[in-house]
C-alpha cells in the first residue's frame, strides 16, 4: 500500500508475496517488472527487456531474489566452515554433519552443536568449553583431551566415544548414552549423570567428586573412578525451600 504526499491511497500493482520462483508481476513503486525464471530475463510493463546495465534492474534483481528465495542466510558465526585448527567459537552449528572429519585443535567454545551428526570424528584436545551439544551423535568419536567443561550433553550418544583425560567439569550428561565410553583419567568433577548408564564405561582413575551420580546422590570428598561415595541426595530447590 503507497499513499501520496496528502494521505490518499495510489494504485501501484498487487504488493510483493513471498513463493517459489514462477512468471509473475511484481509491483516494486513506480513500475511494474516481469521476471521468467526460466530464462532469467526481466522485462518491464511495456515489455521492453531490460538489459544487465539497466538501472531499473539494478533495483529490482536483488528485490526479486528476495522474493523468490527468501533472505540469504547472514555472514559472521553461522557461516564457520569446521576444520583442524578452525575458529568456531560461539558458531551456530545445529544440525552440522561433521561424520569421520578431522576437527583436531578447533575452538568450538560456546558453541551450539546440538542434534550435531559427529559420529567417529576426530576431535582430540578440541575446546568445546560451554558447548551445546545437545542430542549430538558423537559414536566412536576422539574426544581425548577436550575441554568439555560447562558443556551440555544431555541425550547425547557418546557409544564407544574416547574421552580419556577429557575436562568433563560441571558438564551435563543426563539422560545421554555412554555405553562402552573410555572416559579413564577424565575430570567429572561436578559433573551430571543423572539415568546415566556406567555399567558399561571406563572410569579408571576419574575425578568423580561433586558429580551427580546416576543413583541421585552427590559424590563426597574421597570418591573416585566408579566408586561414588555419595551423600545427600541432590536437590535443586534452595535448603529449607528458600
Excluded at 569421520?100 to 542434534?115: E, I
Excluded at 568449553?129 to 577436550?146: E, F, V, W
Aim: hydrophobic share 40%.
Amino acid at each position: 500500500m503507497v499513499k501520496d504526499r496528502a494521505g490518499a491511497l495510489l494504485d501501484k500493482g498487487p504488493e510483493l508475496q513471498p513463493g517459489r520462483p514462477r512468471r509473475g508481476r511484481f509491483g516494486l513503486e513506480a513500475f511494474t517488472i516481469r521476471f521468467s525464471p526460466r530464462t532469467g530475463s526481466m522485462r518491464n510493463i511495456a515489455g521492453s527487456r531490460l538489459g544487465r546495465s539497466s538501472p531499473m534492474r539494478a533495483i529490482a534483481a536483488p528485490l526479486l531474489i528476495s522474493v523468490c528465495l527468501g533472505p540469504l542466510p547472514a555472514l559472521g558465526a553461522g557461516a564457520c566452515q569446521p576444520n583442524p585448527s578452525a575458529n568456531c567459537a560461539g558458531a551456530d552449528l545445529r544440525g552440522f554433519d561433521g561424520v569421520g572429519q578431522d576437527f583436531s585443535g578447533a575452538d568450538f567454545h560456546d558453541a551450539n552443536l546440538s542434534a550435531s551428526e559427529l559420529q567417529g570424528a576426530k576431535l582430540p584436545s578440541v575446546n568445546l568449553l560451554r558447548a551445546n551439544l545437545y542430542a549430538a551423535n558423537l559414536k566412536q568419536a576422539d574426544l581425548s583431551g577436550a575441554t568439555l567443561k560447562g558443556a551440555t550433553l544431555r541425550q547425547a550418544h557418546l557409544d564407544g566415544a574416547d574421552l580419556r583425560g577429557a575436562d568433563l567439569r560441571a558438564a551435563d550428561f543426563s539422560f545421554s548414552v555412554l555405553e562402552g565410553a573410555d572416559l579413564r583419567g577424565a575430570d567429572l568433577r561436578g559433573a551430571r549423570l543423572q539415568m546415566v548408564d556406567l555399567r558399561k564405561v571406563r572410569l579408571d582413575g576419574a575425578q568423580i567428586e561433586g558429580a551427580l551420580w546416576p543413583t541421585g546422590g552427590v559424590c563426597k570428598a574421597g570418591s573416585s573412578g566408579s566408586h561414588c561415595i555419595e551423600g545427600e541426595p541432590f536437590s535443586d530447590e534452595p535448603p529449607n525451600g528458600k
